[in-house]
């Protein structure tokens, strides 16, 4: 049984970073694609990055392109986002994802391409 279980959200203020945290379980994610998405209250889940687990290649959405890094530790089996320079829209619950799906369908950012989320880390960032 697949576990992704993230960490690391908090209360920051405009300016400040954090980084979030996904611990990965149940199975083999070599070869897989991992992703970050983000939803606020009344506005739709949103694609925040996406990396293949092997980091070959990463993809990043418009609103955290410059600001934010996807990374992986393979020996932890741990799924990192890094976010700087952060802004009050950027305050949502953050969802870490994996996909079994072909790699290019997952680095594109579509939410249907993932199999397995968690349950959600929430971050606030004050103005």
């Known amino acids: 049984q697949v576990q992704l279980v993230e960490s690391g959200g908090g209360l920051v203020q405009a300016g400040g970073s954090l980084r979030l945290s996904c611990a990965a379980s149940?199975?083999?994610?070599?070869?897989?694609?991992m992703g970050w998405f983000r939803q606020s209250p009344g506005k739709e889940r949103e694609f925040v990055a996406a990396?293949?687990?092997?980091?070959?290649?990463?993809t990043y959405g418009d609103s955290v392109k410059g600001r934010s890094t996807i990374s992986t530790d393979n020996a932890k089996n741990t799924l990192y986002l890094q976010l700087n320079s952060l802004r009050p829209e950027d305050t949502a619950v953050y969802y870490c994802?994996?996909?079994?799906?072909?790699?290019?369908?997952?680095?594109?950012?579509?939410?249907?391409?993932?199999?397995?989320w968690g349950q959600g880390t929430q971050v606030t960032v004050s103005s």
């Open positions: 994802a994996a996909s079994s799906h072909p790699a290019w369908l997952a680095l594109s950012g579509g939410q249907h391409a993932y199999n397995y």
């Open positions: 149940g199975r083999t994610f070599s070869g897989s694609v």
């Open positions: 990396i293949s687990w092997s980091g070959g290649s990463s």
